[in-house]
T-cell receptor
Framework: NAGVTQTPKFQVLKTGQSMTLQCAQDMNHEYMSWYRQDPGMGLRLIHYSVGAGITDQGEVPNGYNVSRSTTEDFPLRLLSAAPSQTSVYFC?????????????FGPGTRLTVT | KQEVTQIPAALSVPEGENLVLNCSFTDSAIYNLQWFRQDPGKGLTSLLLIQSSQREQTSGRLNASLDKSSGRSTLYIAASQPGDSATYLCAVRVPGASQGGSEKLVFGKGTKLTVNP
């Protein structure tokens, strides 16, 4: 049971390049989400999904796309990287429903856009 | 809009001291409150989860309390050790903003704890 895994751990992009941050979980969790963490701003929700085929926007979705074709995977795509997207990105997962469940976080991807 | 505040932003204590970290939130409509630990350059490790109907949770030297009506939670660390040095984050799980919208976590900015040997 690996929990939540993220790849890559580090990435440097040039402005305008695109890339996909990978996230996978092996706990059969319905709910998955992406956060970014910036100094002085805390963690902010980018996008989330409550199941395969269902995604929605969080607080800071601009410049990012997501899709959820399987329960296990929830990739985050940067369409045209900008320096403002330099951040640490965390993927999280949990069960979802009427009860309230604990969220589990991946180790993060540190992205630098030059 | 839910806001979560953690005070103090940084705390330095000698080893062996008992300490309390504070978390406050503005809207009592929460599903749960979760305390996390984050080491430098690392991800978030869940420490304790308190459901909205609960008053406290304990794990080893950690005890977290929740007073939903006043919008406050505390994390008590007994007999602190240098290995406890990290940033501690609290987060509340809240309903979605619109009908059919999904619940999410709202985070505080954390308290950076340093325990000196």
């Amino acid at each position: 049971n690996a929990g939540v895994t993220q790849t890559p751990k580090f990435q440097v992009l040039k402005t305008g390049q695109s890339m996909t941050l990978q996230c996978a979980q092996d706990m059969n969790h319905e709910y998955m989400s992406w956060y970014r963490q910036d100094p002085g701003m805390g963690l902010r929700l980018i996008h989330y999904s409550v199941g395969a085929g269902i995604t929605d926007q969080g607080e800071v979705p601009n410049g990012y796309n997501v899709s959820r074709s399987t329960t296990e995977d929830f990739p985050l795509r940067l369409l045209s990287a900008a320096p403002s997207q330099t951040s640490v990105y965390f993927c999280a997962s949990s069960r979802f429903g009427q009860m309230s469940y604990e969220q589990y976080f991946g180790p993060g991807t540190r992205l630098t856009v030059t | 809009k839910q806001e979560v505040t953690q005070i103090p932003a940084a705390l330095s204590v000698p080893e062996g001291e008992n300490l309390v970290l504070n978390c406050s939130f503005t809207d009592s409509a929460i599903y749960n409150l979760q305390w996390f630990r984050q080491d430098p350059g690392k991800g978030l490790t869940s420490l304790l989860l308190i459901q909205s109907s609960q008053r406290e949770q304990t794990s080893g030297r950690l005890n977290a309390s929740l007073d939903k009506s006043s919008g406050r939670s505390t994390l008590y660390i007994a007999a602190s050790q240098p290995g406890d040095s990290a940033t501690y984050l609290c987060a509340v799980r809240v309903p979605g903003a619109s009908q059919g919208g999904s619940e999410k976590l709202v985070f505080g900015k954390g308290t950076k704890l340093t325990v000196n040997p």
